[in-house]
C-alpha cells in the first residue's frame, strides 16, 4: 500500500510540473511575406533563444512565469 501511495505522490508532482510548460511557436516572414531561414528569436528575460528554419518557423519550450 505504501508504495502505491508513494507512486501517486510522483505523479502528481510530475503532473503539476509538466503542467507549467508551454511552447511559443511561430514564424518570422519579411517585408513581402518571405519566410526568413536562420533569424535569431531571443527571450530577453530569460536569454533563451532558438533560429527559425528553412520555412522560417521557430518553437521554444518555456516555463509559465519566466
Do not use: C, H, W
Request: neutral net charge; charged residues 20%.
Amino acid at each position: 500500500m505504501a508504495k502505491v501511495l508513494l507512486l501517486l505522490f510522483f505523479l502528481s508532482s510530475f503532473l503539476r510540473v509538466s503542467g507549467q510548460v508551454f511552447t511559443l511557436s511561430g514564424t518570422v516572414n519579411g517585408f513581402e511575406k518571405d519566410p526568413i531561414e536562420g533569424a535569431t528569436v531571443y527571450i530577453k528575460e530569460n536569454g533563451l533563444g532558438t533560429t527559425t528554419d528553412k520555412d522560417g518557423k521557430f518553437a521554444l519550450d518555456l516555463a509559465k512565469g519566466v
